[in-house]
């Protein structure tokens, strides 16, 4: 025996006999003998087939086929009609009723459980076609809702690439948590306790920042009754009103503000580099400052021993000059004393051009420093 179910009506119990006979063995039957009977009884039975009569007291089979088909929950069961009328006018009125097929009596038992099986085919290729269009729809309209979220997202991280200071990106975060309908607190920590906060309603209250501070050294994210705490390592935000009466939702939403997350931090770690190369170059440009102070000086210093030098250098010139004519010098000690001479000489002119060469590399390192990026 199938699964399915079948109603049979009709006022003459013989011919109700004789169907349920027929078609016991195969079907769940169950028989009314009127029209509001069947009105009534499709309610409870909820059969996945009718065979009708047309001609019955109260209401004909037609009007109550046209009352089946205008009944969301029994608009969809076939209807075969099961009459002595066979005109074809007569059989129009049974198509138009909303009938399935038409079947004269008397009946050919071939014939009526073909037809039967027939119209029970069709209707399962009818459920499994409206179940799957209506999963499709279901599926197309979370797609674009989803969309509509996860665009959400993607303008949170494009209009992060443009902010450049923490509290802007805390308040935008703000921003797009509320494009959700929800409430929130978000505080970005960075080094030496500096913390920068904002909230959906405005207000910053301190418990509720406490409570984040206590909450970041726990999980990732960590849900309690309808909050929900995001944890990372530079960024915290606590919703305060997860939509925890709608599961598939509260799914979806904790991924994108995950997202929302990892974007922020992103974006946090990038300002902290940027910082870094900012601190970076003002200690370069204090350096080259302070190269190119000391390399002034020590130019200054510089030609101030070579203008001592070259006096005292002359000084000894002179007096050379002087022993030579008023002394009596030998050959041999005037050699000796020219040769100490013209050494010293030489070895102030080294000294000059290592001080030069020191000059010139310090001018170079100056150069290097402010050049670069």
Known sequence: MSDYKILIVDDEPLNLSIMEELLHDRYHISC????????????????????MDVNMPGITGLETCQRLKQTLETANTPVIFVSALTLPEEKMAGYQAGGEDYIPKPFDEEELITKIELALNNKKRLDEFQKS?????????????????????LQFFRDSFTIHNYQALAERLVAAIREYGLSCAVQISLPEKRRYRATSSGAIKPLMFQALELLQDGERIFDFDYRTAFNFHHVSFLILNMPTHDMEYYGRLKDHLALLGEGVQAAVESLLVQEHEQQLGQQRQQTSASLSETLTLFEQRQRESQYATTNIMHTVQNEVEYMYNHLELTEAQERYLTAVIDRASQELEQLHDAQTKLGDHLQTIIQRLDTQP
């Open 133 to 153: 269009s209506s999963e499709a729809m279901h599926t197309a309209m979370i797609a674009m809702t989803n969309a509509g979220e996860i665009g959400t997202v």
């Open 32 to 51: 009314c003998e009127s029209g509001y009977a069947c009105l009534e009884q499709t309610a409870t039975f909820e059969p996945d087939l009718i065979l």
